[in-house]
């Protein structure tokens, strides 16, 4: 596939050629600029835990086999992943590190290493998953990993990683994650303000190891892709568009990025529900992240026709110009959906990633998976941003007894309260907590009164969101947007159980209108909720 762009020049995207008996692969650019695949074969069934690993050249050559044995995958663990250090020695694959020697490329010897996570995550009976994510610093000593919680909360910690006599073990973990969401207004009796929310799914170290790239959000409704710093308080969304953003994996010298993201699937791009900016927006849509992910995404890699690109970005263009759209890679048939991971070459003139044959997802069957790699030809890319030692001393970080109280949870925070806008009126929440393994609908409903932080735009109106794993979600607006910038949302949207597939639903309601109808319009643009219906 070749795409002419203006922005980036020419882009060739290709598959990388596989040995025909490797079944159920993923893959990611070492550093060193070599491929490493971690595979199965129809030798071993799924149920044996039984993995390949080899590394070989982009263009198929020099395929070599590193690795096999058991990987036994632990049960509160998201999988097997695995992550490269920049040593170009050792391979993080979330509960082990593959230690090779002398070297990845040139490996004779591979050992499979546990790695010990701290504060007792696998026994607590409130931690679902003691990793969703890792990731390792480019200083090779530091990792960081999400964790999730049975009341659908998350946590987010960073530790140095130690090589003991038999294991790795996590030294000086913290707990990087917000835990308070407001504090007391000090110009305004009665209100509360937002405080930045932290955390989220790690995705990749940056700013040399000083920062983490990872979902999130900020201000927008959807989530987007933040970076968060580990020296301040700076938290900045990489992504301004309004439907779902997740990942952004940056080039060596962060000019470039890869995003997964919606923007480029027209038919299960939720834009509709994060058209409207709204102040705070993310206080109803936070609740809402789940379904939109089991909708745009895990629905589409099985079932749903559509796409999660990845979609070339600049990185300055992307923070700075609200609804920058970059340069879609998938293929147009949408036939093959992206899976983690992306990765760069070395070089920053190449990037890769796994897609996987929609609906090849099946009990007991691997996989269906090709490797793509986009060359920007004509892209000319600056140095590699330097390697920091990445921090521990996190001005916001938890350590000790105080990180324990927040992994052990539920978490309590301020379930109704008032923001004042900055010039005039106010926003009213309330919100009510769910939980995953109880089967438990979270709820928020927020409320605008001529809310204004500028004096020329200002908000009426109100927002629900009503989230459940078990049962039907729904969110509806009927909100106004008034002033120098003008819009409207009148819309429902709800979606089935997570059994069902979490599909839109368009039948009637018990008011006689149908489920999910509607619209937003805003920037003289208007979408309709029944524009994505199946």
């Not at 305004?188 to 989220?200: A, N, S």
Request: charged share 25%.
């Amino acid at each position: 596939m070749k795409i002419a762009t203006e922005d980036f020049g020419r882009i060739e995207v290709t598959d990388v050629p596989l040995p025909d008996h490797l079944r159920d692969v993923t893959a990611t650019y070492t550093f060193s600029g070599k491929v490493f695949v971690l595979y199965r074969t129809d030798e071993h069934p799924r149920s044996e835990d039984w993995y390949h690993a080899a590394v070989l050249n982009d263009d198929g050559t020099d395929f070599t086999n590193i690795f096999s044995g058991p990987i036994p995958e632990h049960p509160k663990a998201n999988g097997i992943r695995h992550m490269p250090f920049a040593d170009n020695r050792r391979v993080l694959l979330g509960d082990y590190v593959l230690e090779c020697s002398p070297d990845i490329d040139t490996c004779t010897r591979a050992e499979l290493v546990a790695v010990e996570y701290p504060w007792g995550l696998e026994q607590d009976p409130m931690t679902s998953h003691h990793w969703s994510e890792i990731i390792v610093s480019a200083d090779n000593e530091h990792i960081a990993w999400t964790i999730l919680r049975n009341d659908m909360g998350a946590a987010v910690a960073l530790g140095h990683l130690t090589r003991a006599h038999d294991r790795y073990i996590i030294e000086d973990p913290v707990v990087i994650s917000s835990t308070e969401r407001f504090a007391a207004d000090p110009g305004r009796e009665g209100c509360v303000v937002p405080l930045p929310i932290r955390g989220g799914e790690v995705k990749q170290f940056v700013r040399g190891g000083t920062a983490i790239s990872s979902a999130g959000g900020k201000n927008a409704f959807l989530t987007d892709s933040v970076v968060q710093d580990l020296t301040t308080d700076e938290v900045v969304r990489v992504t301004r568009t309004p439907g779902y953003d997740e990942t952004t994996i940056f080039s060596p010298d962060e000019r470039l990025g890869l995003v997964m993201t919606s923007r480029a699937s027209q038919r299960t791009d939720p834009a509709v529900l994060g058209l409207v900016p709204r102040p705070h927006g993310i206080l109803s849509g936070m609740d809402l992240a789940w379904i939109v992910y089991q909708y745009a995404v895990s629905g589409v890699r099985s079932f749903r026709e559509g796409n999660i690109g990845p979609v070339l970005i600049d990185i300055e263009r992307s923070m700075s110009e609200p609804g920058y759209q970059g340069v879609a890679l998938n293929d147009p048939d949408e036939s093959w959906v992206y899976v983690s991971p992306m990765s760069w070459h070395p070089s920053g003139r190449k990037a890769m990633w796994p897609e996987m044959l929609r609906g090849s997802e099946r009990p007991g069957v691997y996989r269906q998976i090709r490797v793509r790699v986009a060359h920007l030809v004509d892209h000319e890319p600056s140095a590699p941003v330097p390697v920091r030692p990445t921090p521990l001393a996190v001005p916001y970080g938890m350590a000790g007894e105080a990180a324990e109280r927040v992994l052990r949870g539920p978490a309590e925070h301020l379930r109704a309260g008032r923001i004042a806008g900055q010039h005039s009126g106010h926003l009213d929440f309330e919100s009510q907590p769910g939980n995953f393994s109880e089967g438990l609908a979270a709820s928020v409903t927020t409320t605008y009164v001529d809310y204004s932080d500028d004096g020329r735009t200002f908000y009426n109106g109100w927002e629900r969101t009503l989230s459940s794993f078990a049962a039907e979600s729904v969110y509806a607006a009927d909100l106004d947007v008034t002033g120098d910038e003008s819009g409207e949302m009148s819309l429902r949207a709800t979606w089935s159980s997570l059994r069902d597939g979490t599909r839109l639903l368009f039948g009637p309601a018990e008011d006689g209108l149908p489920k999910s109808h509607g619209f937003a319009r805003y920037g003289g643009q208007v979408l309709k909720v029944e524009d994505l219906a199946e």
